[in-house]
């Protein structure tokens, strides 16, 4: 089973035709703009559709910056909320 996202944000929904059967497959992102595949085939076939993999690693746990400042969080070490200096986050 392979959760894939679609080409694009507008894209709410493709229809596979069986090449065996001709039995009509839809699938339809759900709220979290994913479809869940079964089979093999229509995976390849959502593939060059231009569908990508689902990000399934979650959040990166490398950490920012925080600035000493105001407290704003950022990945830079200038702050862009206030131009103050930010400190690494472990």
């Not at 694009?8 to 039995?23: C, K, L, P, S, Y």
């Not at 990000?55 to 920012?64: A, E, H, I, V």
Request: aromatic share 6%; net charge positive.
């Amino acid at each position: 089973m392979a959760r894939l996202c679609l080409p694009d944000g507008a894209v709410r929904g493709i229809d596979i035709q069986g090449a065996q059967t001709g039995t009509v497959t839809s699938y339809t992102a759900g709220r979290d703009g994913t479809v869940t595949v079964d089979n093999p085939q229509h995976e390849r076939a959502l593939r060059q559709y231009g569908a990508f993999p689902a990000n399934l690693g979650g959040r990166s746990t490398r950490g920012g910056y925080r600035c000493g400042v105001c407290g704003f969080a950022a990945y830079i070490k200038t702050c862009s909320r206030c131009g103050g200096t930010c400190e690494k986050e472990s």
